[in-house]
Nanobody, 123 residues
């Protein structure tokens, strides 16, 4: 069964950090770009970051540039999203998704999706 599983979400105070993980099972991530998306209550899902299959290309939404870092460890079949200086507006369910090779801005290009992990930034 082809599956992506996110983990690492939780409750954190403003200014804090979390590291999200996206682990694949049933297939290898080597040939897939991985995107992170988030959806806050009452809002549309938005792209946060993406890393290409090679790892040479990364992209970030303007709202997270300088605070979030995406990386991948193909040996562990896992992609990470390091989130620093978290703000209340980062509160959302975070999803990872996979598509072949290259990043895409729009979510409908992605083939496989995880179930999401909740991130709550609050004092």
């Amino acid at each position: 069964q082809l599956q992506l599983v996110e983990s690492g979400g939780g409750l954190v105070q403003p200014g804090g950090s979390l590291r999200l993980s996206c682990a694949a099972s049933g297939f290898t991530l080597d040939y897939y770009a991985i995107g992170w998306f988030r959806q806050a209550p009452g809002k549309e899902r938005e792209g946060v970051s993406c890393i290409s299959a090679s790892g040479f290309s990364t992209k970030y939404a303007d709202s997270v540039k300088g605070r979030f870092t995406i990386s991948r460890d193909n040996a562990k079949n896992t992609v990470y999203l390091q989130m620093n200086s978290l703000k209340p507006e980062d509160t959302a369910i975070y999803y990872c998704a996979a598509k072949p090779q290259y990043c895409a801005e729009l979510d409908y290009y992605y083939t496989y999706w995880g179930q999401g992990t909740q991130v709550t930034v609050s004092s």
